[in-house]
């Protein structure tokens, strides 16, 4: 029986234009009701995962930040930082490739050089709580990540392999979209935050299914004995998953979840 579902946004549950699949706000109470609990994790930060969900945010748990920070209903269950130094040591090293733009992301807000990045992540399509600062290497509170923008039509893969190298080995770096990167501190991942849901709910993989499209998914599948990679997934992905979903422009996680729970 399952009872704990788990699903990335981007490319998974959303569509191509970052909405929700029709039919998912009315699924979520009715999970509630079967006593399967519904977790989203994604490499995004907790207010604009929060504005996704908005009234049905108490219906689920949220893992942001690539599993830097968990949060239930209003109450931060889990949370693990960067240090200063370790940030600096991020920011210098994305500053030695071409054509990229650095950003720090925080519990509660992001931050940028880059106007036009700013106006990107607060638009409607991405709805960031976002601050426009001058110098990014002044010490802030709570960073989860320092990620990175590829802007020169390369995209991350590119900028993975020539960053990789140059990151202590206290760090690891993640391809969490086509031109995104993530760096983050090692041993920090979304499959980590699940294991450590599981722990305090008392819920096997077994019990367990995960949805993901990127990179920064895969951890996850090790914790689930349902792990679906969508079908726009890239296929070095689709390859540590055990089941493939189909297009996530047409709701496939809404389709396998009623498949998995018999809610129709």
Excluded at 152 to 178: F, I, N, Q, R
Aim: charge should be negative; glycine fraction near 8%.
């Amino acid at each position: 029986m399952i009872k704990l579902i788990v699903s990335d946004m981007d490319g998974t549950l959303l569509n191509d234009e970052k909405k929700m699949p029709e039919g998912f706000y009315a699924l979520l109470p009715r999970l509630k009701e079967k006593g399967i609990r519904f977790v989203v994790a994604s490499g995004r930060q907790y207010p604009s995962l929060k504005r996704d969900f908005a009234e049905h945010i108490r219906d689920v748990t949220v893992i942001a930040e690539n599993g830097a920070f968990v949060v239930q209903d209003g109450k931060e269950l889990y949370f693990k930082g960067m240090s200063h130094e370790q940030i600096c040591h991020c920011l210098q090293a994305i500053r030695t490739l071409d054509k990229v733009e650095p950003l720090l992301c925080a519990k509660y807000c992001g931050y940028t050089e880059s106007p036009e990045l700013y106006d990107v992540l607060v638009s409607p399509k991405f709805h960031y709580d976002m601050e426009l600062v001058e110098n990014l290497y002044d010490e802030r509170e709570g960073v989860t990540k320092v990620s990175m923008v590829e802007y020169g039509g390369k995209g991350a893969h590119d900028c993975y392999v020539k960053l990789l190298p140059l990151l202590t080995d206290e760090m690891t770096l993640v391809e969490s979209g086509g031109e995104c990167l993530d760096t983050g501190l090692k041993g920090v991942t979304k499959g980590r935050a699940v294991a450590e849901l599981q722990k305090m709910w008392n819920i096997t993989p077994e019990e367990t299914a995960v949805f993901g499209d990127q990179f920064n998914d895969v951890e996850m599948f090790t914790q689930a004995a349902y792990s679906y990679a969508m079908e726009n997934a890239p296929e070095e992905v689709k390859k540590k998953a055990r089941f493939i979903a189909g297009d996530n422009n047409k709701g496939a996680v809404v389709d396998v979840i009623k498949a998995l729970t018999g809610l129709h």
